[in-house]
């Protein structure tokens, strides 16, 4: 069974930075790509990062392109979202997923965590 447990959201002004954490269960880690989706209520979850096994070729919504950063550490299966310069619109409950790569798309596989809540605001 994966399970993905997600750290390391809170509150923050806007130009802070963040580093959200997700650690996934499962022997899966090791051979699948690792993405991170954010949703706001109302709205539908979107891809914001991806990362293969290898870790290049990553993929990054436009709007979080040089300002977030991912990473991942395959012996401690854990995934990482270093976030900076954070702006309001960035306010989301953050995800991480086992994640398969379709162009420019990284399709989840399993079922979501509980999320992380980032809260950009002064």
């Known amino acids: 069974q994966v399970q993905q447990v997600e750290s390391g959201g809170g509150l923050v002004q806007p130009g802070g930075s963040l580093r959200l954490s997700c650690v996934v269960s499962g022997s899966i880690f090791s051979i699948n790509a690792l993405g991170w989706y954010r949703q706001v209520p109302g709205e539908q979850r979107e891809l914001v990062a991806a990362?293969?096994?290898?870790?290049?070729?990553?993929i990054y919504k436009s709007s979080v392109k040089g300002r977030f950063t991912i990473s991942r550490d395959n012996a401690k299966n854990t995934v990482y979202l270093q976030m900076s310069s954070l702006k309001p619109e960035d306010t989301a409950v953050y995800y991480c997923?086992?994640?398969?790569?379709?162009?420019?798309?990284?399709?989840?596989?399993?079922?979501w965590g509980q999320g992380t809540l980032v809260t950009v605001s002064s």
């Open positions: 997923n086992p994640c398969t790569y379709s162009g420019a798309r990284c399709d989840p596989l399993y079922a």
């Open positions: 990362i293969p096994y290898g870790g290049s070729s990553t």
